[in-house]
């Protein structure tokens, strides 16, 4: 696989507080990483800056071999509250991105209703958010967020509000929208279980400054429970044991 995203050096501050520090990271086309550490460590920084968001004091991040300045439509972004509009319908919600794009209404329609049904959200398609489930409002801000097709998604503590069974439910609707699209993932988690769940690789972070403590590869075909259990220990112990 060919390098889709570089972060390269990168150092950001908040004021004078230092909350990242020479951190370089390579994630190749299609991988799903996940980024772990204690709260307040700085994963969130990292994927604002790699947004766009805010500017790094030092280093760089490269989509494509080509430098991040500012947000860009081939990155997708995905925070824990998913901010649907609250004044649009689950349908105009999901068509908001694909209406930017001046996609037309006839294939806007067949799109939408094709995420709307993959979602299970049949014959919620007219509901306000202040209608939904909390889980329901995750599926439509996902679809909202896939539809569009993005080179990169980052996701930042997308289910850290749910509980367990939801959790569990929205991991899998996650891993069926991905389905084959060939979609590099950022993900920021407290959860080690949801990393090794979903993850090719794990990037265990320190305490601020975030740096790297290790990048622990999984292999989702092959992995086993034991292998899940020794994975685990060996994030716990890291970040323990940090400083």
């Known amino acids: 696989m060919t390098e889709k995203l570089r972060i390269r050096n990168l150092s950001v501050k908040y004021d004078k507080l230092l909350v990242v520090k020479n951190l370089d990271i390579s994630i190749k086309d299609g991988e799903f990483i996940s980024l772990v550490g204690s709260s307040g460590c700085g994963k969130s920084t990292i994927i604002n800056a790699t947004a766009g968001f805010i500017k790094p004091i030092k280093g760089n991040i490269f989509l494509d071999n080509i430098q991040i300045n500012q947000p860009t439509q081939k990155i997708g972004i995905i925070f824990q509250n998913f901010e649907l509009f609250p004044w649009k319908t689950v349908f105009e919600n999901i068509a908001f991105g694909l209406r930017l794009h001046s996609t037309g209404e006839k294939e806007i329609k067949k799109r939408v209703m094709d995420y709307i049904k993959s979602m299970e959200l049949n014959g919620f398609e007219n509901y306000y958010p202040r209608q939904l489930s909390e889980g329901m409002k995750e599926r439509v801000g996902l679809a909202r967020t896939i539809i569009n ?95």
């Open 149 to 243: 097709n993005p080179e990169v998604v980052l996701m930042d503590e997308p289910f850290g509000a749910l509980d367990y069974l939801t959790k569990l439910k929205m991991q899998n609707f996650l891993t069926q929208l991905l389905g084959n699209k060939k979609i590099t993932v950022l993900l920021v988690t407290h959860d080690i279980d949801e990393a090794i769940k979903l993850s090719n690789k794990i990037v265990v972070l320190s305490k601020r400054p975030a740096r790297i403590l290790d990048i622990i590869p999984i292999d989702k075909e092959k992995i086993s429970t034991e292998d899940k259990i020794k994975i685990r220990e060996r994030i716990l112990h890291l970040l323990q044991n940090d400083g």
